[in-house]
Structure formats: structure tokens, C-alpha cells
């Protein structure tokens, strides 16, 4: 049993009440009743609902009396509020602050089942207290009553939007069912997902715990902290045989029921098991998420939660394998990958990403620092059955950068990897130089014949061979004999001679730079329009 919205409506104080829209929500969970004055909805995003997270099934008292004439911020409120999980709201005073009820805020309430009640109107006479204590003490009296409430707590999970049927939702519910706090944990007692009561918390248990002043609680008993009046139980949350969690309760005052901590447990076990079969890498994969699809907000909760300084990354590091990386294929090579850069760097954060490997951290911080990762990395995967290409980005500024960088590497690795076939590390520069390629080639006939003009007076003697010549030598030998000749099997003074003919025909020394870089271009679209 739990309040819904309807049994709030048979409550004297509401009686007189009348729903405007939003009827398909009227059997919601009502957990709390709160009263907002606010009709900012930025303020509502930054302070009071931080980026997309469940607040609470609340049903919310206003009278819209900060900004009672603007319809598109009320409106706009009204969507933040049902988008944060909130169940309605009751509108007080129409027609003496606000003067009418918006026909769009009446829309997006039926779109959301966000139930909308409206007070009678032109009526000062009812005040938001009497409604408040009846709607409280029904809740209360329901859950002294009734004080099983796993199966309520699921429920209302299940009808929340996808995004926030999580474990971090199950948490503030219960946070909230309880009024305690809840710090959960995976088996090496690193922080998964938090919640205070009451929200203002100043010594949370995180705090406890990070400065090693949590104890052990023996058995089914709770044990104070430090002398202090909060009382603590801690909870091995089992997901299968190999994988557990530790759930920490605690609070003020007096001691929690056993029954309830029992309770809790079951309800973070299913909430895991049912909306994440792997809590902790899920996590760390929705950072992940949150970095490459720069959503700064959900970025920050999150690394708060993982103790991660995001804004020390300033390198990532894209592997791409001949077959797209997923659940099955990854977590070994991952793990490996982690302890390997984690004996580099401070802050490291990888996961497997759209079929790609990402790799995070806070360096290098030299190119020969660079080139020993890259051998250690090359190394790490010597056993593995698909080969790898690596994809470094540095010196990313924020992760607006981040994405960029992940979406050019999306779209140009193949090309770069045309122009370039001999390489296996490559850097956002070339797939830089792939796309400014394909444009050229994308340009239309004008373009592409400005593109190939500086080849002509070769292409003219029609000698193939000394274009292949040129092209090896600019694009895959770096402009050595040596290696020009290493790469077609010729010997190295072959080479010279087919160049040195070459730049007799284009009139300057082929490798003096800036003279050869439209050649550089040239060969490269040549290479691209073969390929």
C-alpha cells in the first residue's frame, strides 16, 4: 500500500481541488509535498535538479507568484519538474497572482501524466500549510502501517523514463523512504553512488570513510561512529558469485530497524540486477558517455562520484580493432590496459565506447613519454586475436575537444589509414589531413584538378613508376631514400635517382618544404582517389 496522487484528493484540504490535466499520472507515489516559488527553470536545472537525475516522487505547491505573468518560463518549469521524476503540482491563487492556467502547460502535463491541480479560483482563503500537514501525515501514517516497501520502490522505479531507472534512483528512494544516508560501494570499497538526508548533510559518510574513521559493524548490529550519534550498518549486497557490493546506512538519532536494512538491500540487489547487470562498470561506462557526448553536468556528478579529475585529462586514446569491441570481448584487455596506464598516470578512464576502446588520462607529457606508452600498449596487446590501430589526441582543452576528436576519428580513420597503411599509431593531424583530402576530392572536378595540377609535369612523361616512387617517398618514407627504397624493394640510390628526375621536371628539390607541400597534397588525393 502507498499514497497515490488520487488518495491525496480525497483530503479534506483538496477536496475543493479540481485536476486540469496529467490524469494518467494519478495513481503515482506521492513521497513527499514541497513548495516552490521559482519560475526560472535554469535555476531549477543548476540548483535544484542537477543535470538529469531522479529528485523525488514530491508533489509540489506553488502559486507561481515570482513570475506569475511570463506563461513560457511557468510552462517550462512545469516540463523540469515532471522530467525530474516530480509526480504533480498544485497551483494556488489563479486568477489573483497568476491570471489563467497556459493551455500549453496543460498539454505537456497530459504528455507527461505530471498531474495538475488546480485550487479554486480567485480564492485567497486556502493556504498551502493545511495541505501540507494532512498530505504528510497521510504519508507517514501509510508507511507506519504498511512498512514493507521493496516492491513500491520497484514499482516506482519501473514507471520512471529509462534514463533514471537506475541504482542511484533506488538509492534516493530509499534515502528518502528512511530518512537516513546511503553510500554503496563495490567490494574494494570504492564509491559507486551516494545519498544524504536530510540533503544539506555536512558529514557524510564518504567523509567517514575517506579518512579511514569507518568501523565495522559485528554482526546484524549498528555501531556509532566515533562517539558521534550517527549510527551505522553495512550491507554485502551479493549480484552473483563473484560480484558484490557494500551498502552503508546510516543516521542520526535512533537506530534503524533490522527489518528495514534488510529491506534496503533486497531493493539495491534488484534495482542492480534488474536495471544494471554490472553496477560498476555501467557507471563508469555512463562517464565515459557523459565525456565523448560533452554533457558537462552529468560528466561532473559522476567523476564526483568516482573521485575523478576530469579536467586533468588532457589525452585520449582511441583503439580501433579489426572487429567492434563490446561487453564480451573487452573487460580483460580493459583491466590490463587500466593497470598499465594507471602505473603512468594519476587520472585514468577507460571503457569500451560505440565499438572502440577509449582511453583517458592526464598525460603524456613528452613525445618520448608518448612513444614509450605506445610501446607498452602495443605490448600489453601482443596476445590478442585482432590486431589494433591507436588514435592519439593531446593537448584536449575540455570535452567539447574530446567529442571532436572522437567524432574525427569516427569518420576519417579509414582514410587516414589509406594515405598512411603503413602506420598503426596515428594522431588527430592526420585524420585532420585525411578530411582536408576528402573535401578536395569532394569539391567537384575544379577543385580536384587544382588539387593534381603540381603533378602534371610528370603525369605528363607518363613514367607511373616514378609517381609511385614519389608518392611512397612523401607519404609512408618521410622523405628518406632509405626507407623509399626499404618499401618498394628498390635500392635506395633507384629512388634517388627517379626523385631527382622528378624534381627536375617540377623545376625545385622535392623534400624542400614549403615547395612540396602542394605536392604532399597532390599525392595524398592520388593515393585516396586509387584506394
Given at each position: 500500500?502507498?499514497?497515490?496522487?488520487?488518495?491525496?484528493?480525497?483530503?479534506?484540504?483538496?477536496?475543493?481541488?479540481?485536476?486540469?490535466?496529467?490524469?494518467g499520472g494519478l495513481s503515482r507515489t506521492v513521497a513527499y509535498v514541497s513548495v516552490l516559488e521559482y519560475a526560472n527553470p535554469q535555476i531549477l536545472e543548476d540548483d535544484l535538479f542537477p543535470g538529469d537525475t531522479y529528485s523525488g516522487s514530491e508533489i509540489v505547491i506553488t502559486g507561481f507568484m515570482n513570475n506569475p505573468a511570463d506563461e513560457r518560463l511557468q510552462c517550462a518549469v512545469v516540463r523540469r519538474l515532471a522530467e525530474a521524476g516530480e509526480v504533480g503540482l498544485i497551483l494556488y491563487y489563479v486568477g489573483v497572482y497568476v491570471p489563467a492556467v497556459p493551455e500549453e502547460m496543460k498539454r505537456i502535463a497530459d504528455e507527461k501524466d505530471f498531474v495538475l491541480i488546480q485550487m479554486p479560483e480567485k480564492r485567497m482563503d486556502f493556504r498551502y500549510g493545511e495541505a501540507i500537514c494532512e498530505i504528510m501525515e497521510r504519508i507517514v501514517r501509510d508507511r507506519m502501517?504498511?512498512?514493507?516497501?521493496?516492491?513500491?520502490?520497484?514499482?516506482?522505479?519501473?514507471?520512471?523514463?529509462?534514463?533514471?531507472?537506475?541504482?542511484?534512483?533506488?538509492?534516493?528512494?530509499?534515502?528518502?523512504?528512511?530518512?537516513?544516508?546511503?553510500?554503496?560501494?563495490?567490494?574494494?570499497?570504492?564509491?559507486?553512488?551516494?545519498?544524504?538526508?536530510?540533503?544539506?548533510?555536512?558529514?557524510?559518510?564518504?567523509?567517514?570513510?575517506?579518512?579511514?574513521?569507518?568501523?565495522?559493524?559485528?554482526?546484524?548490529?549498528?555501531?556509532?561512529?566515533?562517539?558521534?550519534?550517527?549510527?551505522?550498518?553495512?550491507?554485502?549486497?551479493?549480484?552473483?558469485?563473484?560480484?558484490?557490493?557494500?551498502?552503508?546506512?546510516?543516521?542520526?538519532?535512533?537506530?534503524?530497524?533490522?527489518?528495514?536494512?534488510?529491506?534496503?538491500?533486497?531493493?539495491?540487489?534488484?534495482?542492480?540486477?534488474?536495471?544494471?547487470?554490472?553496477?560498476?562498470?555501467?557507471?563508469?561506462?555512463?562517464?565515459?558517455?557523459?565525456?565523448?557526448?560533452?554533457?558537462?553536468?552529468?560528466?561532473?556528478?559522476?567523476?564526483?562520484?568516482?573521485?575523478?579529475?576530469?579536467?586533468?585529462?588532457?589525452?585520449?586514446?582511441?583503439?580501433?580493432?579489426?572487429?567492434?569491441?563490446?561487453?564480451?570481448?573487452?573487460?580483460?584487455?580493459?583491466?590490463?590496459?587500466?593497470?598499465?596506464?594507471?602505473?603512468?598516470?594519476?587520472?585514468?578512464?577507460?571503457?569500451?565506447?560505440?565499438?572502440?576502446?577509449?582511453?583517458?588520462?592526464?598525460?603524456?607529457?613528452?613525445?618520448?613519454?608518448?612513444?614509450?606508452?605506445?610501446?607498452?600498449?602495443?605490448?600489453?596487446?601482443?596476445?590478442?586475436?585482432?590486431?589494433?590501430?591507436?588514435?592519439?589526441?593531446?593537448?584536449?582543452?575540455?570535452?567539447?575537444?574530446?567529442?571532436?576528436?572522437?567524432?574525427?576519428?569516427?569518420?576519417?580513420?579509414?582514410?587516414?589509414?589509406?594515405?598512411?597503411?603503413?602506420?598503426?599509431?596515428?594522431?588527430?593531424?592526420?585524420?585532420?589531413?585525411?578530411?582536408?583530402?576528402?573535401?578536395?576530392?569532394?569539391?567537384?572536378?575544379?577543385?580536384?584538378?587544382?588539387?593534381?595540377?603540381?603533378?602534371?609535369?610528370?603525369?605528363?612523361?607518363?613514367?607511373?613508376?616514378?609517381?609511385?616512387?614519389?608518392?611512397?617517398?612523401?607519404?609512408?618514407?618521410?622523405?628518406?631514400?632509405?626507407?623509399?627504397?626499404?618499401?618498394?624493394?628498390?635500392?635506395?640510390?633507384?629512388?634517388?635517382?627517379?626523385?631527382?628526375?622528378?624534381?627536375?621536371?617540377?623545376?625545385?628539390?622535392?623534400?624542400?618544404?614549403?615547395?612540396?607541400?602542394?605536392?604532399?597534397?597532390?599525392?595524398?588525393?592520388?593515393?585516396?582517389?586509387?584506394?
Amino acid at each position: 500500500m502507498s499514497v497515490t496522487v488520487s488518495d491525496l484528493l480525497k483530503l479534506p484540504s483538496l477536496k475543493p481541488a479540481q485536476v486540469l490535466a496529467g490524469a494518467g499520472g494519478l495513481s503515482r507515489t506521492v513521497a513527499y509535498v514541497s513548495v516552490l516559488e521559482y519560475a526560472n527553470p535554469q535555476i531549477l536545472e543548476d540548483d535544484l535538479f542537477p543535470g538529469d537525475t531522479y529528485s523525488g516522487s514530491e508533489i509540489v505547491i506553488t502559486g507561481f507568484m515570482n513570475n506569475p505573468a511570463d506563461e513560457r518560463l511557468q510552462c517550462a518549469v512545469v516540463r523540469r519538474l515532471a522530467e525530474a521524476g516530480e509526480v504533480g503540482l498544485i497551483l494556488y491563487y489563479v486568477g489573483v497572482y497568476v491570471p489563467a492556467v497556459p493551455e500549453e502547460m496543460k498539454r505537456i502535463a497530459d504528455e507527461k501524466d505530471f498531474v495538475l491541480i488546480q485550487m479554486p479560483e480567485k480564492r485567497m482563503d486556502f493556504r498551502y500549510g493545511e495541505a501540507i500537514c494532512e498530505i504528510m501525515e497521510r504519508i507517514v501514517r501509510d508507511r507506519m502501517v504498511n512498512p514493507a516497501f521493496v516492491n513500491e520502490l520497484l514499482e516506482q522505479v519501473s514507471r520512471l523514463p529509462r534514463h533514471q531507472r537506475t541504482v542511484d534512483t533506488m538509492l534516493k528512494m530509499l534515502s528518502e523512504r528512511m530518512m537516513a544516508s546511503f553510500l554503496l560501494t563495490d567490494g574494494s570499497l570504492r564509491v559507486l553512488n551516494e545519498a544524504t538526508w536530510p540533503h544539506n548533510l555536512g558529514k557524510t559518510l564518504r567523509d567517514f570513510l575517506e579518512a579511514g574513521n569507518l568501523p565495522e559493524p559485528e554482526g546484524e548490529a549498528d555501531v556509532c561512529i566515533n562517539g558521534s550519534d550517527y549510527r551505522l550498518c553495512r550491507v554485502s549486497v551479493k549480484l552473483d558469485q563473484s560480484r558484490r557490493m557494500e551498502l552503508f546506512i546510516f543516521r542520526e538519532g535512533e537506530p534503524l530497524s533490522r527489518s528495514a536494512v534488510e529491506q534496503a538491500g533486497d531493493a539495491v540487489r534488484l534495482a542492480a540486477n534488474i536495471w544494471s547487470t554490472q553496477h560498476e562498470t555501467v557507471a563508469v561506462r555512463e562517464l565515459v558517455r557523459a565525456i565523448l557526448q560533452d554533457e558537462p553536468m552529468k560528466m561532473r556528478r559522476l567523476a564526483n562520484i568516482f573521485h575523478i579529475d576530469v579536467a586533468a585529462i588532457h589525452s585520449m586514446v582511441i583503439l580501433h580493432g579489426e572487429q567492434e569491441w563490446n561487453d564480451g570481448n573487452s573487460a580483460a584487455v580493459l583491466q590490463r590496459l587500466s593497470d598499465l596506464l594507471n602505473s603512468y598516470f594519476g587520472t585514468v578512464v577507460t571503457d569500451a565506447y560505440e565499438g572502440e576502446l577509449v582511453l583517458f588520462m592526464d598525460g603524456p607529457g613528452s613525445l618520448g613519454e608518448e612513444r614509450e606508452i605506445q610501446t607498452a600498449l602495443e605490448a600489453c596487446l601482443a596476445g590478442e586475436d585482432q590486431p589494433c590501430t591507436f588514435t592519439w589526441c593531446n593537448h584536449l582543452a575540455d570535452t567539447a575537444a574530446v567529442r571532436e576528436a572522437f567524432l574525427l576519428h569516427r569518420e576519417y580513420l579509414a582514410d587516414a589509414r589509406k594515405l598512411f597503411p603503413h602506420k598503426n599509431a596515428y594522431h588527430t593531424r592526420e585524420m585532420e589531413f585525411a578530411r582536408a583530402c576528402r573535401l578536395r576530392i569532394a569539391g567537384g572536378e575544379t577543385g580536384l584538378y587544382e588539387c593534381q595540377r603540381p603533378l602534371e609535369p610528370i603525369a605528363r612523361e607518363k613514367d607511373e613508376a616514378s609517381l609511385d616512387t614519389l608518392e611512397v617517398y612523401l607519404l609512408d618514407a618521410q622523405c628518406s631514400y632509405q626507407r623509399a627504397g626499404e618499401l618498394l624493394f628498390l635500392h635506395k640510390n633507384t629512388v634517388k635517382y627517379r626523385l631527382n628526375r622528378c624534381s627536375d621536371l617540377v623545376g625545385y628539390h622535392i623534400g624542400d618544404f614549403p615547395d612540396t607541400l602542394p605536392l604532399y597534397h597532390a599525392v595524398a588525393v592520388r593515393r585516396l582517389l586509387r584506394s
